[in-house]
C-alpha cells in the first residue's frame, strides 16, 4: 500500500487537503479574491447608507459607517476558496492618498484543515456621499407633526428636561425643528410615527395631559394630509 505524502514537500504521514498539506496548501492556491473595489453610499450628514434600495441608520459615527459598508461589500463580494473555514474579515485602516482616492486595508484570518492563516489586502473605496431623504427633509424644513409641551400650570427647565430624556435616537434624527416660546417649546417631526412613539414612552411613565389635532390639511395627489399636533401637558 502506498503511502499518502503532499505533493509539493513530499511530507509523510499529514493531513491532506488536495494531495497538499496544509501549509503547502496556503502557500500555493489563492484561497482569497477581493473585490477590486467596493462601492457603496452614504449620507454626508448622519451616516445612512443606501442598502438595498433604502436609507437605512446603523452607525453612529463615519468610521462606523464605512466599516460596516465594507464589511457587508464584503460578504456579498469576496471570493473563498472551498477549504478555506473559521474566516473573520476586518478592517484595518482607511485612508485617502494625494491623487484624492481612498483606500482600505482588509485583513482576513482564517483556517485551511488544522492550520491558520492571514493575509491582508489594499482595496480601493470608492463612495458616494449625499444627503439621505430624512436629511433632505430636515434641510427643507419639512415636518408632519408637532409636539407642543407645556405646562400644567406653568412650564419650567425641569419639565423640559424630564420630557427630553425620553428621546431615543428615533427621536433626535426625527426633529426638523424646535421653537422655544414663553409658555413652551414646539418640537417638529419630520416622521409622525416617531412623534406618537414618543409621547407613548413619555405618558407611559409620566402624567401627562395629551390632546391631537390636526392642522394645515390640504389633499396631496387624492389624499388628505395634515399636520398632526399634539399637545402635552406634563
Ligand atoms: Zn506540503
Ligand atoms: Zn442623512
Redesign the pocket.
Known amino acids: 500500500m502506498s503511502k499518502k505524502f503532499?505533493?509539493?514537500?513530499?511530507?509523510e504521514d499529514?493531513e491532506l487537503i488536495d494531495n497538499?498539506?496544509?501549509?503547502?496548501?496556503i502557500k500555493t492556491k489563492k484561497l482569497v479574491e477581493f473585490p477590486p473595489v467596493i462601492l457603496g453610499r452614504l449620507c454626508k450628514i448622519c451616516n445612512a447608507e443606501w442598502i438595498d434600495g433604502k436609507w437605512i441608520r446603523l452607525a453612529e459615527t463615519e468610521y462606523d459607517a464605512v466599516r460596516d459598508l465594507i464589511l457587508r461589500y464584503l460578504a456579498k463580494e469576496i471570493k473563498l476558496d472551498k477549504n478555506v473555514k473559521d474566516y473573520r474579515i476586518d478592517v484595518i485602516k482607511k485612508w485617502k492618498e494625494r491623487n484624492g482616492r481612498s483606500f482600505t486595508e482588509i485583513v482576513i484570518e482564517g483556517k485551511v484543515g488544522s492550520k491558520a492563516f492571514r493575509l491582508k489586502k489594499k482595496v480601493e473605496l470608492r463612495l458616494n456621499y449625499s444627503i439621505c431623504d430624512d436629511c433632505l427633509k430636515r434641510k427643507s424644513g419639512y415636518y408632519e407633526a408637532i409636539i407642543q409641551l407645556r405646562g400644567k400650570k406653568e412650564f419650567s427647565e425641569e419639565k423640559r428636561a424630564l420630557f427630553e430624556s425620553f428621546f431615543t435616537n428615533e427621536t433626535v434624527h426625527s426633529i426638523s425643528d424646535v421653537k422655544i416660546s414663553r409658555e413652551g417649546i414646539d418640537y417638529y417631526f419630520i416622521n409622525k410615527t416617531a412623534a406618537k412613539r414618543l409621547i407613548s414612552t413619555v405618558t407611559s411613565i409620566v402624567s401627562a395631559e395629551i390632546v391631537e389635532s390636526y392642522e394645515n390639511e390640504t389633499i396631496k395627489n387624492g389624499k388628505r394630509e395634515a399636520k398632526l399636533v399634539i399637545s402635552v401637558r406634563i
Not at 6 to 11: A, D, E, R, T
Not at 20 to 25: F, T, W
Open positions: 503532499c505533493i509539493v514537500c513530499g511530507k499529514v497538499m498539506c496544509p501549509s503547502c496548501y
